[in-house]
């Protein structure tokens, strides 16, 4: 089964959020060679980067590979999303506390000082993509819960026990629970009509035999009359 709407649109935020996890992994391993890999704050987002991108791989790849991938059910993208929005959160603000004390404007170190001028570009960089990070996973995060709670307050329960990826509502007209719907809908309205049809014959007959019945009767009393 292809990829449903909702499912591409899910895959594309999933594919924007490896590209930014990429993005700070490869200015984490700039800023830590500069330091030979030795302050924590810079090393938290250079682990959450490759903790995040083995779980984004995974999950994506067993998407494409698998029609029925557990991976891809809502609840477990929403919890294991929802995990990796609390560590960004929890590190970003550790490591931006220990970052406050770093020139804004990384012109103002001395020409002769060229390789701590690029340092601090990389890490003021770093500083802002992992909030980017954080927003884009949090984001899809609160974006698929509400999306899964919404359609299953319409009556679509069955969102819960499918990949998101392949998710198609009732209400689409190609679905087939849509076409078995419509189906059984003009088989009660064939039923209905068929019964409303049979009582209208029933009722004329019924009248007919009735009229039939009081014009004898009538005709008898006249011709009793006469006589």
Request: contains cysteine.
């Given at each position: 089964m292809g990829f449903s709407t909702v499912g591409k649109k899910k895959v594309a935020s999933h594919a924007v959020l490896l590209v930014l996890d990429l993005v700070?992994?490869?200015l984490a391993v700039k800023v830590n060679k500069f330091n030979e890999f030795?302050?924590?704050?810079?090393?938290?987002?250079?682990?959450?980067?490759?903790?995040t991108l083995v779980f984004l791989f995974f999950m994506i790849s067993i998407?494409?590979?698998l029609d029925h991938s557990w991976t891809g059910f809502p609840q477990t993208e929403i919890g294991v999303l929802g995990i990796l929005s609390i560590l960004w959160v929890s590190f970003n603000a550790f490591s931006t506390s220990r970052w406050k004390d770093m020139p804004m404007n990384c012109s103002s170190i001395p020409l002769d000082f060229p390789a701590e001028r690029t340092w601090c570009r990389d890490v003021q960089a770093l500083k802002a993509f992992v909030w980017i990070t954080f927003?884009?996973?949090a984001g899809i995060v609160l974006c698929t819960a509400r999306y899964c709670i919404t359609q299953r307050q319409r009556g679509n329960k069955h969102i819960f026990s499918m990949p998101l990826s392949r998710y198609r509502s009732r209400l689409n007209p190609t679905s087939?629970?849509?076409?078995?719907?419509?189906?059984r809908g003009?088989?009660?309205?064939?039923?209905?009509?068929?019964?409303?049809r049979k009582e209208s014959i029933n009722v004329i007959t019924k009248s007919a035999g009735r009229f039939t019945s009081l014009y004898t009767l009538l005709s008898n009393f006249f011709c009793t009359c006469n006589l």
């Open positions: 700070v992994l490869g030795f302050y924590v704050a810079d090393l938290f987002p250079l682990a959450l980067s490759i903790v998407d494409f590979a927003a884009v996973c087939h629970y849509t076409t078995y719907s419509a189906g003009s088989e009660f309205l064939q039923a209905i009509r068929e019964d409303l």
